[in-house]
Nanobody
Framework: QVQLVESGGGLVQPGGSLRLSCVAS????????MGWYRQAPGKGRELVAT???????NYADSVKGRFTISRGGAKNTVYLQMNSLNPEDTAVYYC?????????WGQGTQVTVSS
């Protein structure tokens, strides 16, 4: 069982920035992919960005050039730097980790972009 603990959400004005963090309880050696998904009110959960253990990154078209995903030195931590935020980025952001056999989700952190 892998537990994921997210932090860094909050309220920000349009054009502002936030940095999300997620720490996994599992050893980094067992995690193949980490990433972020989001779910806006009334919508389904969608991919934001992922990063593999080898450092390959993938982004949703809607966040390319604005968001940056990275992993910490211990490799069981993932970050999401979000710049140029707009109201359409408002959602609950979920951390995700994929081991060899299972995918795991964090509890989510709210990001609200509003003036």
């Amino acid at each position: 069982q892998v537990q994921l603990v997210e932090s860094g959400g909050g309220l920000v004005q349009p054009g502002g920035s936030l940095r999300l963090s997620c720490v996994a309880s599992a050893s980094a050696f067992s995690i193949h992919v980490m990433g972020w998904y989001r779910q806006a009110p009334g919508k389904g959960r969608e991919l934001v960005a992922t990063i593999t253990s080898g450092g390959v990154k993938n982004y949703a078209d809607s966040v390319k050039g604005r968001f940056t995903i990275s992993r910490g030195g211990a490799k069981n931590t993932v970050y999401l730097q979000m710049n140029s935020l707009n109201p359409e980025d408002t959602a609950v952001y979920y951390c995700y980790a994929l081991t060899g056999a299972h995918g795991y989700w964090g509890q989510g952190t709210q990001v609200t972009v509003s003036s």
